[in-house]
């Protein structure tokens, strides 16, 4: 039999090593998005809680210029920084439930882009808005200004949107994980983190919710850590 001319023989040598090259870059770019899965997934409710420790409480009744006026500095610092680690969070839930079928998580996937979308709008009109006020304003009606914003139908509609949304896609995601055979304190941290940020996000909600985020998210990751090893 004839040997293949030298030609051909280059050509599918070139052919395979463009395979392998594609291979590699397809390995590569699978390796570096799951690589900024596990930063979302564990940094935002991470860094977030931290946050939050300093996080001081406003509630209805208290006098809002007499907090925020002198840390005014900080406080807006922190609500800047909080309006993406916000919508970070949202992604994470997002994240934690993408892999899975079924209504529950389709409904968790839904809910957590409308509290990513919605809640850091939220905080930013309340947060930044009163820290900038409250650092760069004096007037006698500072304080009446600062009690709408606050409590007022539009930010409180945002706040409600926003607050339902997270409770939704988190007790959606607890279900979702359930279903899919994950230990029952998968969602049991994960509707604790509901719960609790939709209470809201000051200190102690906020960090507790946040840190039942990511130990439920750690439970996961060790589960499938330990179905791989298994199989």
């Not at 409710?45 to 907090?67: F, K, M, Q, R």
């Not at 079928?101 to 850091?120: E, I, L, M, N």
């Not at 947060?127 to 009606?141: F, K, N, Q, R, Y």
Request: with cysteine; glycine share 8%; hydrophobic share 60%.
């Amino acid at each position: 039999m004839a040997r293949p001319p030298r030609l051909v023989i280059w050509a599918k040598m070139l052919h395979l090593r463009m395979q392998a090259t594609a291979a590699a870059r397809r390995e590569k770019v699978v390796m570096s998005t799951f690589a900024w899965r596990k930063y979302i997934i564990f940094g935002a409710p991470l860094v977030l809680g931290i946050l939050e420790l300093g996080h001081p409480a406003v509630l209805p009744g208290d006098n809002i210029a007499a907090t925020i006026m002198p840390i005014a500095t900080w406080w807006t610092v922190l609500h800047v920084l909080q309006v993406p680690l916000f919508a970070l969070l949202g992604i994470a839930v997002f994240l934690i439930v993408c892999d899975l079928d079924g209504r529950a998580a389709v409904t968790s996937q839904y809910t957590a882009a409308v509290f990513a979308v919605v809640y850091p709008a939220f905080d930013a009109a309340v947060g930044v808005a009163s820290g900038v006020l409250c650092g760069t304003t004096i007037t006698t009606d500072l304080e009446a200004s600062l009690q709408e914003l606050f409590w007022g139908p539009v930010t409180g509609l945002m706040a409600i949107i926003g607050s339902s949304a997270w409770l939704t896609a988190l007790l959606a995601a607890a279900w979702a994980w359930r279903q899919h055979g994950a230990p029952i304190l998968v969602s049991a941290f994960l509707a604790i983190s509901g719960v609790l940020l939709a209470i809201g996000h000051i200190r102690p909600f906020g960090p507790l919710a946040c840190a039942s985020l990511l130990a439920g998210a750690v439970t996961i990751a060790g589960a499938k850590g330990r179905t791989r090893a298994a199989a």
